[in-house]
Nanobody, 128 residues
């Protein structure tokens, strides 16, 4: 049973930082691609960043490049999203997701339909 549990969200002022964590159980990160997505009220869920299974290659959406960093700790089976220079527009529920298909190929993708397993999400609110 694949389970993903996000944590680390909260309220932060513009320009601040947060680090989200995604603890994965039931599978190992060496075999699953992991992605971070977000969904703001009234908007579609969009890909933020992902990290591939085999080589740990990373991919970022243009709107977070230079501000967000994805990383993983294989010993803890945990993926992190370090978010710096947060903006009002980053306010959303953030989800982590796992993909067996991406895991088998070692590819990365920010397309939500490539992921079959999802966490419950953690709220990030950027407000002064």
């Amino acid at each position: 049973q694949v389970q993903l549990v996000e944590s680390g969200g909260g309220l932060v002022q513009p320009g601040g930082s947060l680090r989200l964590s995604c603890v994965v159980s039931g599978v190992t990160l060496d075999h699953y691609g992991i992605g971070w997505f977000r969904q703001a009220p009234g908007k579609e869920r969009e890909g933020v960043s992902c990290i591939s299974s085999k080589e740990g290659r990373t991919l970022y959406a243009d709107f977070v490049k230079g501000r967000f960093t994805i990383s993983r700790d294989s010993a803890k089976n945990t993926v992190y999203l370090q978010m710096n220079s947060l903006e009002h527009e980053d306010t959303a529920v953030y989800y982590c997701a796992a993909s067996a298909i991406l895991g088998s190929t070692g590819a990365g993708s920010l397309v939500r339909h490539a992921y079959g397993y999802w966490g419950q999400g953690t709220q990030v609110t950027v407000s002064s």
